[in-house]
C-alpha cells in the first residue's frame, strides 16, 4: 500500500517541544526527493489542515499560526521528513499527517501521529 507513516507523536505539555518523523513506502521511497512534500493535522471536531509544506528545492510555508514555532525538514540519508514544534500550546492538540498534497492518487493517508498538548 502506498501511505506515508507519521511517528513522533505523544503527549507534551503547554510550552513543550516535539519531533514528528515521516518515512514513505517502499513504492514511495522517492517521494521527499521529487514531491512538495506537506505535513497536515486534524483537530478533535475540525477539517484537516495543512501545517508546512517543503519543495525539493528547499522552499517552505507554513500555517500563520506556526510560523516562527514549526520547522520542517528532511533528512535525506535516512529518506525521512520531519516536522519539529516548539512552544506548543493546546490548540496545537491534533493527529498529524504527512502527504504530498499534489500527487494523492492511489496514495492514502497514514496512520497519523497524534499530539496531545495538555498539563
Known amino acids: 500500500q502506498e501511505q506515508f507513516v507519521e511517528s513522533g507523536g505523544g503527549l507534551v505539555q503547554p510550552g513543550g517541544s516535539l519531533t514528528l518523523s515521516c518515512v514513505p513506502s517502499e513504492s514511495l521511497r522517492a517521494a521527499l526527493d521529487i514531491y512538495i512534500m506537506g505535513w497536515y493535522r486534524q483537530a478533535p471536531g475540525k477539517e484537516r489542515e495543512l501545517v508546512a509544506t517543503?519543495?525539493?528545492?528547499?522552499?517552505?510555508s507554513y500555517l500563520d499560526s506556526g510560523k516562527g514555532r514549526f520547522t520542517i525538514a528532511t533528512d535525506k540519508r535516512k529518506n525521512t521528513l520531519y516536522l519539529q514544534m516548539n512552544s506548543l500550546q493546546p490548540e496545537d492538540t491534533a493527529v498529524y499527517y504527512c502527504r504530498a498534497p499534489r500527487h494523492t492518487d492511489g496514495i492514502s493517508w497514514g496512520p497519523g501521529t497524534p499530539v496531545p498538548v495538555s498539563s
Open positions: 517543503l519543495a525539493p528545492a528547499g522552499d517552505t
